[in-house]
């Protein structure tokens, strides 16, 4: 706990007043000055309180891609019997800062207003992913000036949490047709002329349009359409497509872009990188199976 | 941190004038009235903005203008008002007006904290001004309102409303009085001043005794202060108008004096030029110590002199010695001075008789008792020389004098008529109306036109006796005036010529002359029964002030080093103060600690039952871990205590049952039971 600069002003006041008080020997003087001061005291007392009893626990860490905003859930926990008020959360997004200037790591994203006592608070937290991987939450921050704005107390919970930070889908070329592995990729546009094939039980992550609805009426049942398609359909997006690239990380974010497009044309694709090889298929589980191996990808 | 785009809104700032408003109120009082006006016009404004949408001053040029000029017109009438010189007054009244002044253009956090921090600046000046108890109350009414103020602008107002949030002020008010009280017994008390006090600094002291009298002037009220002593006129009477404390006594024993014994000794007057008395330069007064020779039995008291910005002090007359602990000294003529200018409430302690001898032996300013001014007072002249011919000796004399002012028509009164001329003669052979200082003057013109040694002392004389607390507070209507004849082998000699005329002023006081208003409220003067009421809840209230003034607004240096060695401090000084201060805080902040970790353990009926449970196991060394569950706990417990396995099972399961599965009301009784009956024995 650090008093705020409103705090070292209300110190310079009661030294003010300490000094006004002696000077005119005012003895009700001092007994203003000894309130405040007192007053100062007691406030650090509510100050500490307010937080002390907090816990947070963190849920539904929702994968992002690099430079983009990771989401989760933040659930604040109040164990005291006493409510708790105007609780800032705050992320720290800087490590090599030195230790003095640890506000400044801290970058503030959300205030809670009101933790009723025995009580939580759950709230959506986004914070910045910066670097391809598994990023570490790292430290997560509760602090707060109630109740009288001249102290700054805090509480700071280092996460074991991490958060899968795709490659940044970025890249100018267009998806390799006829490439991958020697094989024809023909690109057939969605137009439904490809044979229907039957139904399979429906897996979390396939797209909606390919549930067959009326069958699920009939029997409750989830079901996906399946289509056959033919060998050419597959497309294989591979480590050589990208080979004339240098970077590794422009690599990766063209590859990523890639998934993404062809996820979205509704093409079956596979993954084919060093140390790792994914089967053509569709949908967001493939999808996300894929983004992973480039997301966890190192030489 | 907060938001930096946090701005004040209309809830924020109205409870902020509230709390500015009530603290300003006694400025309203002591200072001009543009100042209160000024203050209001201000506040209205940014009423008028929350209300009703005017705009402030940052909607428009002119406006800012318009605010700007006001302040600086503010500045110009506080420099035509009280002068170049940033006084107490000056500086009130410039941090009244400005606080308002920023009320208005409050727009940021920053602007509120400000406006705050200056509220709680206001509060202190407030003691400037008065330190009674009502100042005290209206100190903690504000505390409060800014608290609470504070509060709000860290949370939000749709969690906590005006309601919660001003609890919240009083809780912590409340909770901050123990160690306010810490710090005001022991913080060490320095005595001030530390620099330059500025002149106005103690004009609360409105009227005192003059070292000059003069006569035949009717005061016109304009005299207030001591500020100089060189244009007083008639200040006696003047003080007898004013029920203000000049001082209080209290005796120890309760062994007080008759009150025709009550002569509190002041200043000595010698120089006379016709009309206006004055003292003997100190050069010739403060050579040598008087020499007084005591008898009699010996009155102890305690003297608490209100601030009047002069040396002297008084004394029951005659003291036997200065005050031990006050850094003070004796004229030769009697008059008791302290080393610097009363401007605080003072005490000093000191003992008399009323039964002495003084300077019997011979007094080297004698010449200085005999001196008239030439060609004056005639008539009275020769009527010293006709009753020197009558009789025998000055014992003779002075009671032929005294037997004149008895029998002649003399007439005892605070509104004597106007006297021109030469006032000795007027007053004598004319007017006849007067009071003590008139008496006095004429007597001593008498003696000294016989060749009798003769002085004017002036001090107060009699007092009133608080039957609560028996304070005798000495008020300045009770000022008075009286003369000392030196005769060969006696000394100087209390002569009252006052009371030749009117002995009721000596035996009862002054406050028996007064019209009954004086005393009581006009409409229930009539009623003996309700003034009787009315005198009883003064001398309750008197009292309690007498107490409040000495031991809470006169608490200083001097009264902490009474009050610490009553409290069992040997020798206070400021390093014992510290220590015990600092273990007292630390104590303090130690019950802090335990109050709020000891009301969280037994919250939940349920833990406190099972932390019962925990205690009896423990006795028999089994403590539950940290890191252990209550099953885990109860398993180790069962092996160790196989005899009472059955209870603890149903201890704990009871208790999971309750906590984790809210099955609160009727089990909560059963564990209440189960846990009061397990009573394991090894």
Redesign the interface.
């Known amino acids: 706990m650090i008093p705020t600069r409103y705090g070292y002003g209300y110190a310079g006041l009661l030294l003010l007043m300490l000094l006004g008080a002696i000077n005119y020997d005012n003895s009700l003087g001092h007994l203003l000055c000894f309130l405040l001061a007192s007053l100062g005291h007691v406030a650090m007392h509510h100050s500490h309180r307010n937080l002390r009893d907090l816990d947070i626990s963190i849920t539904a860490i929702e994968p992002t891609f690099c430079l983009q905003h990771a989401r989760f859930m933040l659930n604040v926990i109040n164990q005291d019997d006493r409510d708790s008020f105007h609780i800032s959360i705050a992320h720290q997004h800087k490590q090599d800062l030195p230790r003095w200037q640890f506000i400044k790591a801290f970058n503030p994203l959300h205030t809670i207003e009101h933790i009723s006592a025995n009580n939580n608070h759950s709230c959506s937290i986004t914070i910045p992913a910066l670097t391809r991987g598994w990023q570490p939450i790292n430290k997560l921050r509760l602090s707060s000036n109630y109740p009288l704005g001249i102290f700054f107390s805090w509480t700071v919970y280092s996460q074991q949490a991490q958060v899968l930070v795709y490659p940044q889908a970025k890249g100018t070329r267009s998806l390799p047709m006829h490439q991958g592995l020697g094989k024809q990729a023909q690109y057939r546009p969605k137009t439904g002329d490809e044979e229907f094939a039957g139904l399979r039980r429906y897996r979390k992550g396939e797209p909606l349009h390919r549930i067959a609805w009326k069958a699920m009426a009939r029997d409750d049942v989830m079901r996906s359409k399946h289509f056959a398609s033919p060998e050419g359909d597959e497309l294989w997006l591979s480590w050589q497509d990208v080979s004339d690239i240098i970077d590794l990380e422009s690599k990766l974010s063209q590859l990523c872009q890639w998934l993404l497009q062809a996820e979205t044309g509704g093409y079956l694709y596979g993954l084919d990188i060093p140390g790792t090889r994914i089967e053509p298929d569709s949908g967001k589980t493939h999808q996300h199976h894929c983004l992973k191996s480039l997301a966890l990808y190192h030489d | ?3 930096p785009d946090f701005s004040p809104d209309h809830h924020h700032i109205n409870s902020l004038i509230v709390a500015l408003l009530l603290g300003a109120i006694p400025h309203f009082i002591y200072q001009p009235f543009w100042v209160g006006l000024m203050f209001v016009v201000m506040i209205s404004w940014r009423l008028l903005h929350s209300y009703r949408g005017w705009p402030l001053p940052a909607a428009s040029r002119w406006l800012k203008v318009l605010h700007n000029g006001g302040a600086a017109l503010t500045i110009v009438l506080i420099f035509t008002q009280f002068g170049l010189t940033i006084g107490r007054d000056s500086g009130a009244a410039l941090l009244t007006i400005m606080l308002a002044f920023k009320v208005v253009e409050i727009r940021s956090l920053r602007d509120y ?2 406006s705050c ?1 200056l509220g ?2 206001l ?2 000046t407030n ?2 001004y008065s ?1 009674s108890l009502m ?2 109350v209206l ?2 009414a504000v ?1 409060i309102l800014l ?1 609470s103020c ?2 709000s ?4 107002h ?3 409303g005006i309601k919660q949030r001003l609890r ?1 002020a009083l809780k ?2 409340f ?6 009280l810490f ?2 017994l022991l ?1 060490p ?7 330059g ?1 500025p002149k106005d ?1 103690n004009s609360a002291v409105t009227t005192t005794m003059t070292e000059q009298i003069t006569l035949g002037e009717i005061p016109s009220g304009t005299g207030t202060s001591g500020i100089s002593d060189s244009i007083q006129m008639g200040k006696i009477s003047q003080l007898i108008l004013s029920d203000e404390t000049a001082f209080r006594v209290q005796f120890e024993n309760d062994t007080i004096p008759p009150s025709s014994q009550l002569y509190w000794r002041g200043p000595v007057l010698w120089h006379t030029d016709g009309t206006v008395w004055s003292p003997l330069a100190p050069k010739h007064v403060n050579k040598q110590s008087p020499q007084i020779t005591h008898s009699g039995s010996q009155f102890s008291y305690s003297m608490t002199l209100e601030p009047h910005n002069k040396r002297w002090l008084f004394a029951l007359d005659f003291p036997t010695q200065k005050p031990t602990s006050f850094p003070s000294y004796l004229s030769s003529d009697g008059r008791l001075n302290s080393q610097s200018k009363i ?2 409430r003072s005490q000093y302690a000191l003992s008399s008789s009323t039964d002495y001898r003084f300077n019997a032996e011979g007094d080297n300013n004698l010449w200085a008792a005999l001196q008239l001014p030439k060609d004056k007072h005639p008539q009275t002249l020769a009527l010293a020389e006709k009753w020197q011919q009558e009789t025998n000796n000055k014992r003779d004399y002075i009671d032929r004098v005294l037997r004149f002012f008895n029998t002649q028509n003399f007439v005892y009164s605070l509104t004597p008529p106007q006297l021109s001329g030469d006032i000795v003669d007027m007053f004598l052979f004319d007017s006849r109306e007067g009071f003590c200082e008139h008496y006095a003057a004429s007597f001593t013109v008498l003696m000294r036109a016989a060749d009798i040694p003769a002085r004017i002392v002036t001090g107060y004389q009699g007092g009133d006796l608080n039957p609560v607390d028996n304070v005798l507070t000495v008020r300045q209507r009770d000022a008075h005036a009286w003369t000392e004849v030196w005769l060969k082998d006696q000394g100087w000699i209390r002569i009252d010529p006052t009371s030749a005329v009117s002995s009721q002023r000596v035996e009862q006081g002054i406050s028996g002359l007064l019209p009954n208003e004086r005393n009581s409220p006009r409409i229930l003067s009539q009623s003996d029964a309700l003034t009787q009421l009315w005198q009883h809840m003064e001398n309750n209230w008197d009292a309690f002030n007498n107490s409040w003034d000495i031991w ?5 240096p001097q009264i902490q080093k009474q009050v610490l060695s009553k409290l069992g401090m040997n020798n206070p000084d400021w390093k014992k103060m510290t220590i015990w201060l600092a273990s007292l805080l630390l104590l303090s ?1 130690l019950v ?2 335990l109050a ?1 970790l000891y ?2 353990r037994d ?1 939940d009926p349920a833990v406190a039952l099972y932390q019962t449970f925990c205690r009896k196991m423990a006795k028999f060394g089994l403590t539950k871990h940290d890191y252990e569950g209550p099953h885990d706990f109860a398993l180790r417990a069962q092996y160790a205590l196989p005899d009472y396995q059955l209870q603890i099972h149903q201890i704990t399961t009871l208790y999971s049952h309750i906590r984790y599965r809210h099955e609160q009301p009727l089990l909560l009784e059963e564990l209440a039971q189960k846990v009061k009956a397990f009573r394991p024995q090894k």
Do not use: C, H
């Open positions: 941190m907060t938001k904290y400000v921090f709680f600046f509060v202190i003691f400037f330190e100042m005290v100190m903690f505390i608290t504070l509060v602008v860290n949370s939000s749709d969690v906590q919240l912590m008010v909770q901050a009085m123990p160690v306010m710090l005001f913080f008390r320095i005595p001030g001043p530390i620099w006090l600094a401007k605080n809470v607004v006169g608490y200083g902040g802090m600690v709020s009301r969280r919250s």
